[in-house]
């Protein structure tokens, strides 16, 4: 075999055969918080198994056209000095096989796959599960829960086993609402409400991000969705109705003062039962109970409150916090230092 055969088989052949092999008996499910591979409820797993009954029908069609071509590679090569084979056209059992081939092929990924459409869009009445409200802003996300009284950000909490019933706007371009495992994704546009439901049905913290190019800090628009049992529910929902707690002693004193005054973070930001009424910014009712700060990106400790108050455009650059903090308002070490405490005891 001459060697440029050897390499057109190499490609076509061997690798994409070890590239199956490994996913199929490497298992290949990696541990991965935005792995599709390891979804959980009903939607996520519909759409894996989707992707399942899909795969192996490429897989299928892939080794009986590659053999095809293996086989007349081999069976037929070119020898000196012969001349061109007979040429055929029209025929008939030919034509018609190829023909129906494909269609049966499309039938059998047809039928799961609208099916699955179908069950997806199925969307529940709203009174027969959890309404959340999701309003996409550059890039950050906002939840409310109108039945429940409660606006949060970037963290969703939902009730283990229960259908929950996300409508979807956006305030400025077009964003897409996905959460790996549980499923998605579907465009949040403007003017315009989508509507997608999902339910998990393992409690735990599961990652979601922003799937539509929206702008400079799109990769940084993520959220968190937090599967709780409906106890820890019932008991998240209390705490988010309840007023902000009120700021205890020393720094954090200071820092409601610096919140409420030179700061001027009450122009964009909302703390309930304070002057702080602002709705440009993430409501901070009880951003201390949230696990992360700035749509998802860093872990909500002091130190990376510090960090995201001292330079939010350095963390998230283009962010609309960046503004005016650290460009028209200048804060000192010791001013972000109290914030920071003020900010982390809103629980
Ligand atoms: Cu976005």
Known sequence: MRPHWLLALIAAIVLPGIFVAWMIWGGYEPNLPQSTFQADGPVGK?????????????????????????????RFPRRPNQPIPPQTHGHQT????????????????????????????????????????????????????????????????MPV????????????????????????????????????????????????????????????????AVVDTQADFDKWVAAQKAPASAAATGAATTGEALFMGKGACTACHTVAGTNAKGVIGPNLTHVGSRTTIAAGIMPNDHENLVKWLSDPGGIKPGNKMATVIGKSIKLTPDEVGALATYVQGLK
């Open 46 to 74: 519909l759409q894996k198994d989707l992707f399942w009954i899909i795969f192996w029908s490429a897989t299928v069609i892939f080794v009986v056209i590659e053999g095809i071509f293996v086989y007349a590679i081999f």
């Open 94 to 157: 030919l034509e018609i096989g190829w023909t129906i081939a494909p269609a049966i092929v499309l039938a059998v990924v047809a039928v799961p796959t609208v099916s699955a459409l179908w069950q997806i869009y199925n969307v529940p009445e709203e009174k027969a599960g959890l309404a959340i409200e999701v309003r996409a802003h550059q890039w950050w996300w906002e939840f409310k829960y109108p039945n429940q009284g409660v606006v949060t950000a970037n963290e969703v909490h």
């Open 161 to 224: 086993g229960t259908r929950v019933h996300f409508t979807l706007h956006s305030d400025d371009v077009i964003h897409s609402f996905w959460i790996p495992k549980l499923g998605g994704k579907l465009d949040v546009i403007p003017n315009h409400s989508n509507v997608i439901w999902l339910q998990g049905d393992e409690p735990g913290e599961y990652y979601g991000q922003c799937a539509e190019f929206c702008g400079e800090a799109h990769a940084f628009m993520r959220f968190r």
